[in-house]
């Protein structure tokens, strides 16, 4: 059963920005860790950025950092992913996900949504 539902993906040129919208569908996640992951085709699954309700503090990968922002709303357990100056390099399957403690890697994250699709064309 999906947890997580996520939205706000599509198809945008390269230089633009696009925001993605990750919110529980079934449970709360207060105290907990909500990260981005994205998934290209043929390629692993790759940590974006995360932000912890608690504390909120983020972490954000190299491949991101300065141009992606995490941020979210913890009394609704919404989180976001503000994209700027999209690549196609960026083209991707993106997803949120929840874990109880803290980092990048994608299997400790115990909940996933089923992913929304962002297109960068050149």
């Known amino acids: 059963q999906t947890q997580l539902v996520e939205s706000g993906g599509g198809l945008v040129q390269a230089g633009a920005s696009l925001t993605l919208s990750c919110a529980p569908s079934r449970r709360t996640f207060n105290s907990y860790t909500m990260g981005w992951f994205r998934q290209a085709p043929g390629k692993g699954r790759e940590f974006i950025a995360a932000?912890?309700?608690?504390?909120?503090?983020?972490l954000y990968s190299d491949s991101v950092r300065g141009r992606f922002s995490v941020s979210g709303n913890s009394a609704e357990n919404t989180m976001y992913l503000q994209m700027n100056s999209l690549k196609p390099e960026d083209t991707a399957v993106y997803y949120c996900?929840?874990?109880?403690?803290?980092?990048?890697?994608?299997?400790?994250?115990?909940?996933w949504g089923q992913g929304t699709q962002v297109t960068v064309s050149s």
């Open positions: 932000i912890r309700w608690s504390g909120g503090r983020t």
């Open positions: 996900a929840a874990q109880t403690t803290y980092g990048m890697n994608w299997y400790d994250y115990d909940f």
